[in-house]
């Protein structure tokens, strides 16, 4: 038995939808890989950059585009398993609190609203050292009724993880740039991480041989790097 005029209408409106709600995806996944991508092109030219951490080599970086049918609440746990391979310890926490931010920001987005943040943070690496993070978050809340009963957020994520240039950072700047990149962690550790980068990186500078008084500090600080790395690890 052939359809009825009305089940043939029904399907052809059915049809219709979803090749607007393809297009619709498929234009807002260009527009994420676009932003995206302007966001990496920025981090590689150094004359642009504002974060005033120098970057040496780009080590990691990973990007993912996800449609949502409700607020992704459980963004941050995401983003963590992503780059759990290539960023654990301090700087996967590093990322995930950056991403707990995003996501209350990105939560306040109205319908047909973009929103893209971005964020440069430094964290130690026990391998890897002095190493920069720079993430990228767009956010698109659908406004289309046929397409948000399908999806009502599209979001992306691009993380960077890059080793530091060293050689290129102050003092001063240094002081600036652990305050900024760890402002949410406690006194100690903020001195930790400073005294860590001041023997890695100004006192490594200075040909003169440590003083007796300059070894003791520095054995100190070894190991309470090495409770900072056990703590870290559980």
Not at 192 to 208: A, C, N, S
Not at 221 to 226: L, T
Request: glycine residues 2%; hydrophobic residues 40%.
């Amino acid at each position: 038995m052939s359809d009825t005029p009305s089940t043939t209408e029904e399907h052809s409106q059915e049809n219709a939808t979803a090749r607007e709600t393809l297009e619709t995806l498929s234009n807002l996944e260009n527009m994420a890989n676009s932003s995206l991508d302007h966001f990496n092109a920025r981090i590689l030219n150094r004359a642009g950059d504002a974060a005033e951490i120098p970057i040496d080599k780009i080590v990691s970086k990973t990007r993912f585009i996800r449609a949502y049918s409700s607020t992704p609440e459980k963004v941050p746990d995401e983003i963590h398993s992503c780059i759990k391979s290539f960023a654990s310890g301090p700087m996967g926490t590093e990322i995930k609190n950056i991403a707990e931010n995003a996501a209350q920001q990105l939560a306040g987005t109205s319908p047909g609203q973009r929103a893209v943040i971005e964020q440069s943070a430094i964290t130690l690496d026990e391998i890897l050292g002095l190493c920069r993070l720079d993430v990228c978050f767009f956010s698109y809340i659908v406004k289309t009724k046929s397409v948000a009963e399908t999806c009502q957020v599209v979001l992306a994520c691009c993380v960077v993880v890059s080793s530091v240039a060293v050689a290129d950072i102050e003092d001063n700047t240094l002081r600036v740039v652990v305050r900024n990149s760890f402002y949410n962690h406690a006194p100690a550790v903020k001195k930790l991480v400073f005294d860590e980068m001041f023997w890695k990186i100004l006192r490594k500078r200075d040909e003169t041989p440590l003083t007796e008084e300059e070894q003791g500090e520095l054995r100190n600080h070894k190991s309470a790097m090495e409770e900072y790395w056990k703590a870290s690890a559980k």
